[in-house]
């Protein structure tokens, strides 16, 4: 069975960084892109950014460019967010998740969707 | 970047009717790269249709997708207690990955 586990979660003023934590189980990690949704109070999903089965490729929305990393460690079968300077904007639930399907015409992520999802952890940005 | 538009908004049903829930893209999406999710309150959302028609493991064969290009469907042919929930439709054939706003079905 496929799991998903975030952590790291918390109130953070504005401003400030955090690191957010997926701990994957039940499939082969290594053979899979991973990536982060997140979901602001009482709205939609957003995309936030995704990461390819290797690390060799890392893709971001425009939102977050700039200020959030993504990264894995395939040894710990852990996907990692690394998020600075943030903004009250980005409170929301983080969720992990992972990718399925292979890279579209214009290049990944396109041809990316997601087929598993964690159980969100939330991130509260405050001043 | 594609934007998703979902109608109705909300669609209030009884269990054991059909619901046919639209999602319309602002340019064509190619390979059928859309997908259907269902998120309940508190709740992850879960994959239930990919490449527009393909259902996900484990989904019922109640759910069906539909559509090419720019208007894609999602069908529910009976609904039951524990499909009253939010559907979102996604596009993954142009990055940034979108998606739509969302259908809430809620009960009538």
């Known amino acids: 069975e496929v799991q998903l586990l975030e952590s790291g979660g918390d109130l953070v003023q504005t401003g400030g960084s955090l690191r957010l934590s997926c701990v994957a189980s039940g499939f082969t990690f290594s053979n899979y892109a991973m990536g982060w949704v997140r979901q602001a109070p009482g709205r939609g999903l957003e995309w936030v950014s995704g990461i390819s089965k290797n690390a060799a490729s890392a893709y971001y929305a425009d939102s977050v460019k700039g200020r959030f990393t993504i990264s894995r460690d395939n040894s710990k079968n852990t996907l990692y967010v690394e998020m600075n300077s943030l903004r009250a904007e980005d409170t929301a639930v983080y969720y992990c998740a992972k990718f399925e399907g292979y890279c579209g015409g214009g290049g990944c992520p396109t041809g990316w969707h997601f087929d598993y999802w964690g159980q969100g952890t939330l991130v509260t940005v405050s001043s | 970047e594609i934007v998703l538009t979902q109608s109705p908004g909300t669609l209030s049903l009884s269990p054991g009717e059909r619901a046919t829930l639209s999602c319309r893209a602002s340019?064509?999406?190619?390979?059928?790269?859309l997908a259907w999710y269902q998120q309940k309150p508190g709740q992850a959302p879960r994959l239930l249709i990919y490449y527009a028609s393909s259902r996900a493991t484990g989904i019922p064969d109640r759910f069906s997708g539909s559509g090419s290009a720019t208007d894609f469907t999602l069908t529910i042919s009976r609904l039951e207690p524990e499909d009253f929930a939010v559907y979102y439709c996604q596009q993954y054939d142009s990055s940034p990955l979108t998606f739509g706003p969302g259908t809430k079905v809620d009960i009538k």
């Open positions: 340019q064509n999406i190619n390979s059928n790269y």
